[in-house]
C-alpha cells in the first residue's frame, strides 16, 4: 500500500494505528487516539528468520508515537506471550514511567524481563470483568482462554464508539485452568453494540475447531512411558499448560523434571510462585543434578521449539550442550512451527536424528494443539458479537484475509471490513470505520546492543558475504596519469575460486583506470568505484558470482 498521510484528527474521532503484527506474526501492537490521548495494546516483537543474519529481534516502528510519549495513558497487555510483550523493555526505554495494564501472570513476566533491563515499571493489575478508566478511555476485561493462562479481551469505550480486542484467544471447552472464553460477556458487549472488532487471526484458514489442550496430556504420557532413555521436551518458555501437563506426565511415570534455559527457569519459577503452575511434589529436579538420575527416570524441558540457535535444543543437535545426545533418547517438539522457522526446526530436527534420537513433532503426533480459534470458533463469536465493523489482525496476509471472509458470510458488509497492514490508520466515528492514511512503517531491528542501528541494507550485505563472499582489490595509483604504481592485489574470502582466477581482471583493471584518467577522472572515489565495476561485471559475465566488492584506491 502506498503510504499517505492522514489529515488531522478530529475531535471526537477514534483513530486506530497497527503499529505490528498485520502481514506477519509477531510484533502485535495498535494505538488509539482520541482527544489527544493514546492508549496502546499490546508491544510485541518478532523473531529473525534466516534471511535476517545476525539479528536477534525485530521490534514495531514506534516513529508514529517518538514524539508523543506523553501523551500515552496506558499499555494494556493482553496476555505474557513474546509477540505481545517482548517489546515493552525498549518502549519503556523512552519513557520509563508509562503505566503497564495487565494480569497478574502477564505483568509477573514482564516485570521479570524488565529488571533485566533495570526497569521499574508503573503497573496496575487487572482481572476479567474489571473496569478501569485511563484518561479518555473506559476499558472492560474480558476472560480469553489462549495458550497461556490469564489472557485477556479488552473493549475499549470512547466518545467515538466501541472497540472490541480480542487479543489471542480460543474457545477451548474444557481448558485446562477451566477458565474459557467469555462468551456470555462478547454476547453482552454485542447487545450494546460494537463499532469495531479487532480479531485474533492467526488459524482463520482452519476449518473447524481447535482441538482442546486436554488431548496433549494422554500423548505426552504414552510417548514418556515408551521412550527407553531420556526425554527432551522442548516449548515455549511462556507456555504454561503445556508444561503443566509436561509435569503430570512426568510424574505418572515416575520421572523427575528439569528445566532447561534461562527463560524457561524464569517463567516457570514465576507461575509456580503464582499458583499458575501445580508442581507435583518431588517432580522438580536442579539440571546440575539431573545428570545424576538414571536416564529412564530424567524428562527435561528445554527452550528452541523454533529453532532458535542459541536456544538449548539447538545447541543440543550441534552437540554445543552439556546434554550429549545420543541411541535411544526421545525428543519432542510441543509447538506449532511459527511461519519462517521451518528451516531453521527442521535442521535441528535432523540434526537430532543424526545424533540417534527419536524425535516426535507435530506431523507424526498429537503432542501440540493451537493456542488460536480456527474458523468454527470465529464464526460463533462474529454471530455473537455482530459487529458494525470488523479488523483482523494478528496474522499473515492470508490470515487476515481468510477472517474477513469469515465476517463478511456472517453478515458484515463487505466495506465494513478492513485489510490493513502496518501502518494503515482507521478513523471511526458514528459507527462508521474509515481508512484515511497509510504510513511508511519498517522494521526495527535489535543487533546485540544496537537496537535501530541495522538497516535493511546492511542485512543485504550481509547476506552477500554469507552466500556470495567477499572480494578485496587494493591498488595505488598515480591520480594524474592513472598508471597502477601498486597492485591491483586481489584477495577473496568465502569465494569457491581460487585467488588465482582473478590474475585475468587484473589487465582489465589496468585498462580501465587509464581510460578513465585519460577521459579526466582525478578524484580516487571516482576511481574506486571504476575498480568495483570493472571487477563485478567480470566476475558476474565469467563465474555467475555476486559477491561484496570493496575496493580500496590511493594515491601514491
Excluded at 30 to 35: L, S
Excluded at 57 to 62: E, G, T
Excluded at 146 to 162: E, K, M, N, Y
Excluded at 319 to 325: S, V
Aim: charged share 20%; hydrophobic share 45%; glycine share 8%.
Amino acid at each position: 500500500m502506498t503510504p499517505y498521510s492522514p489529515p488531522p484528527l478530529e475531535n471526537g474521532t477514534l483513530r486506530i494505528i497497527p503499529i505490528g503484527g498485520l502481514g506477519e506474526i509477531g510484533r502485535n501492537m495498535t494505538v488509539f487516539e482520541i482527544d489527544g490521548k493514546l492508549l496502546i495494546v499490546d508491544c510485541g516483537v518478532l523473531f529473525p528468520e534466516e534471511n535476517q543474519p545476525g539479528v536477534d529481534l525485530i521490534l514495531p516502528d514506534f516513529s508514529p508515537i517518538r514524539e508523543r510519549l506523553d501523551d500515552v495513558v496506558g499499555v494494556v497487555l493482553t496476555h505474557g506471550h513474546e509477540d505481545h510483550i517482548g517489546a515493552v523493555p525498549y518502549l519503556l526505554g523512552l519513557r520509563a514511567d508509562i503505566p503497564l495494564i495487565g494480569s497478574s501472570l502477564t505483568l509477573a513476566f514482564i516485570e521479570a524481563k524488565l529488571k533485566e533491563h533495570r526497569i521499574t515499571p508503573f503497573t496496575l493489575t487487572v482481572r476479567e470483568d474489571q473496569k478501569e478508566r485511563l484518561g479518555p478511555f473506559d476499558l472492560e476485561f474480558v476472560a480469553v482462554n489462549h495458550s497461556i493462562p490469564d489472557a485477556l479481551a479488552v473493549a475499549i469505550r470512547t466518545s467515538a464508539g466501541v472497540v472490541l480486542h480480542t487479543g489471542d484467544f480460543k474457545m477451548d471447552q474444557l481448558p485446562l485452568d477451566n477458565r474459557i472464553t467469555d462468551l456470555r460477556a462478547f454476547a453482552r458487549l454485542g447487545e450494546a453494540g460494537v463499532d469495531l472488532f479487532l480479531v485474533d487471526s492467526t488459524n482463520a484458514d482452519v476449518p473447524g475447531f481447535t482441538a482442546p489442550e486436554r488431548d496433549i496430556g494422554p500423548v505426552l504420557e504414552r510417548v514418556i512411558f515408551s521412550a527407553p532413555r531420556r526425554v527432551i521436551i522442548a516449548s515455549f518458555s511462556s507456555h504454561v499448560h503445556r508444561v503443566q501437563q509436561v509435569l503430570d506426565a512426568a510424574n505418572a511415570n515416575g520421572r523427575r523434571v528439569a528445566f532447561m534455559g534461562r527463560s524457561m527457569v524464569r517463567n516457570m519459577s514465576i507461575a509456580a510462585e503464582l499458583g499458575y503452575l501445580k508442581v507435583p511434589p518431588g517432580v522438580l529436579v536442579d539440571s546440575k543434578k539431573a545428570a545424576d538420575l538414571p536416564d529412564d527416570k530424567i524428562v527435561y524441558m528445554s527452550t528452541g521449539s523454533q529453532g532458535e540457535p542459541m536456544a538449548v535444543l539447538a545447541r543440543m543437535a550441534n552437540m554445543e550442550h552439556q546434554i550429549e545426545i545420543g541411541t535411544g533418547d526421545t525428543v519432542i517438539l510441543a509447538s506449532s512451527l511459527i511461519p519462517g522457522n521451518e528451516n531453521a526446526v527442521y535442521r535441528v530436527i535432523n540434526g537430532l536424528i543424526k545424533l540417534g534420537a527419536n524425535v516426535v513433532h507435530k506431523g507424526n503426533a498429537k503432542v501440540h494443539v493451537s493456542g488460536h480459534a480456527s474458523a468454527g470458533e470465529l464464526l460463533y463469536c462474529y454471530n455473537i458479537v455482530r459487529p458494525k465493523n470488523v479488523l483482523p489482525v494478528h496474522g499473515e496476509y492470508r490470515h487476515l484475509v481468510a477472517n474477513q471472509s469469515l465476517a463478511i458470510q456472517t453478515g458484515v458488509p463487505r466495506e465494513n471490513t478492513i485489510i490493513g497492514e502496518d501502518g494503515t490508520v482507521i478513523d471511526l466515528r458514528d459507527g462508521v470505520a474509515t481508512v484515511v492514511g497509510q504510513l511508511d512503517l519498517g522494521y526495527v531491528y535489535v543487533d546485540g546492543s544496537s537496537v535501530g542501528a541495522i538497516t535493511d541494507a546492511d542485512l543485504k550485505d550481509r547476506r552477500i558475504l554469507a552466500e556470495e563472499g567477499f572480494v578485496s582489490i587494493f591498488v595505488a595509483i598515480d591520480a594524474q596519469t592513472g598508471a597502477v604504481i601498486v597492485g591491483p592485489e586481489i584477495h577473496a574470502r568465502g569465494y569457491a575460486e581460487d585467488s588465482a582466477v582473478f590474475a585475468r581482471v587484473i589487465p582489465l583493471i589496468v585498462a580501465a583506470l587509464a581510460e578513465a584518467a585519460a577521459n579526466g577522472t582525478r578524484d580516487t572515489h571516482a576511481y574506486s568505484q571504476i575498480v568495483r565495476r570493472t571487477v563485478g561485471r567480470w566476475v558476474s559475465s565469467s563465474h555467475r558470482r555476486r559477491p561484496m566488492i570493496v575496493p580500496i584506491v590511493i594515491e601514491a
